[in-house]
C-alpha cells in the first residue's frame, strides 16, 4: 500500500520533475543524468525509511530528525540561489 502510493507520487510531476526538466532543456544531457543520479538514491532513501517506520526512528534517535530538517533546508538554499 504505501510502495503504491510513493510510486504514485513519483509519477506526478514536482520538484524533482522541475529540476531534470530544466537541466535538460538548458543544458547537455550528462548534466540532466547527473541530477537524476541525486534525485533516485534520495527517493530510494525516503520510501524505504517510510517503510521501516520513519516516526519510530526519529522517535529514538531525535537529533537525526533535526539533522534531516537542516540538510533540507540547505539543500533549498543552494536550489535558491546557486543553481
Known amino acids: 500500500?504505501?510502495?503504491?502510493?510513493?510510486?504514485?507520487?513519483?509519477?506526478?510531476?514536482?520538484?524533482?520533475?522541475?529540476?531534470?526538466?530544466?537541466y535538460?532543456?538548458?543544458?547537455?544531457?550528462?548534466?540532466?543524468?547527473?541530477?537524476?543520479?541525486?534525485?533516485?538514491?534520495?527517493?530510494?532513501?525516503?520510501?524505504?525509511l517510510s517503510l521501516f517506520g520513519l516516526k519510530g526512528l526519529f522517535a529514538a534517535f531525535p537529533l537525526l530528525q533535526t539533522l534531516l530538517v537542516l540538510s533540507g533546508a540547505c539543500y533549498l538554499l543552494y536550489l535558491a540561489f546557486c543553481a
Not at 1 to 22: R, Y
Request: glycine share 6%.
Open 24 to 48: 535538460a532543456l538548458k543544458t547537455r544531457s550528462a548534466h540532466a543524468f547527473k541530477a537524476v543520479l541525486g534525485v533516485v538514491p534520495d527517493n530510494f532513501v525516503w520510501i524505504v
Open 1 to 22: 500500500m504505501v510502495l503504491g502510493v510513493h510510486l504514485l507520487a513519483l509519477l506526478t510531476p514536482g520538484p524533482d520533475f522541475l529540476l531534470i526538466s530544466s
